[in-house]
């Protein structure tokens, strides 16, 4: 069964830490691209940030740039997001999704194959 776990979402401070976790099982995921998307209530699912497989080059949204980090483990099947300096406006349910055929539309929701649940993070003071 494909499965696509994310955690390590929570409540922070602005200006605070948080690194999110993708775990993946019933699939190759080191012959996966992953890529991170957050979505707000009433808003759209938005692409963040994407590391493709082999090369393990990355991605970013301009609002990320800087800020944010992907990287992966495929020896553990997970990836990461690690986001620092965090603002209110990136309040969101964080998800990770899989794609096997990597292409430059990283950002589209429809280009992923396997979704996780997400993971809520709220910036706040």
């Known amino acids: 069964q494909v499965q696509l776990v994310e955690s390590g979402g929570g409540l922070v401070q602005p200006g605070g830490s948080l690194r999110l976790s993708c775990e993946a099982s019933?699939?190759?995921?080191?012959?996966?691209?992953i890529g991170w998307f957050r979505q707000t209530p009433g808003g759209e699912r938005e692409g963040i940030s994407c590391i493709s497989r082999g090369d393990y080059s990355t991605y970013y949204e301009d609002f990320v740039k800087g800020r944010f980090t992907i990287s992966r483990d495929d020896a553990k099947k997970t990836a990461y997001l690690q986001m620092n300096s965090l603002k209110p406006e990136d309040t969101a349910v964080y998800y990770c999704?899989?794609?096997?055929?990597?292409?430059?539309?990283?950002?589209?929701?429809?280009?992923?194959?396997?979704w996780g649940r997400g993971t809520q993070v709220t910036v706040s003071s």
């Open positions: 999704a899989a794609v096997e055929d990597f292409h430059s539309a990283w950002k589209l929701p429809t280009s992923y194959d396997y």
């Open positions: 019933g699939f190759s995921f080191e012959h996966y691209s």
